[in-house]
Nanobody
Framework: QVQLVESGGGLVQAGGSLRLSCAAS????????MGWFRQAPGKEREFVAG???????IYADSVKGRFTISRDNAKNTVYLQMNSLKPEDTAVYYC????????????????WGRGTQVTVSS
């Protein structure tokens, strides 16, 4: 089993920045691919960014150029640096992991954190 715990969410003004962290524990060998997803009120959970074990990354078009995903395998931690935040980025952000390739869809991921709230004011 893998446990994921997100942190770093909060309230920021539009144009500001936040860095989210996700600490993995348990069977971390099953975190070959990790990702960030988000879910706004009344919306389905959507893909934000994903990263391979070796650091290859993919992004949703809506965040490309503004967000950066990274990981530190020695610390079993993945990060999401969010810059130039917009009100439409407001959502609960979830960390996810899977023992397989990176995929930009919720259904592929086995392990999920409980989420951290990000609120961007205009």
């Amino acid at each position: 089993q893998v446990q994921l715990v997100e942190s770093g969410g909060g309230l920021v003004q539009a144009g500001g920045s936040l860095r989210l962290s996700c600490a993995a524990s348990g069977r971390t060998s099953s975190t070959n691919a990790m990702g960030w997803f988000r879910q706004a009120p009344g919306k389905e959970r959507e893909f934000v960014a994903g990263i391979t074990w070796t650091g290859g990354s993919i992004y949703a078009d809506s965040v490309k150029g503004r967000f950066t995903i990274s990981r530190d395998n020695a610390k079993n931690t993945v990060y999401l640096q969010m810059n130039s935040l917009k009100p439409e980025d407001t959502a609960v952000y979830y960390c996810a992991a899977r023992n397989g390739p990176v995929r930009p869809a919720v259904a592929f991921y086995e392990y999920w954190g409980r989420g951290t709230q990000v609120t961007v004011s205009s």
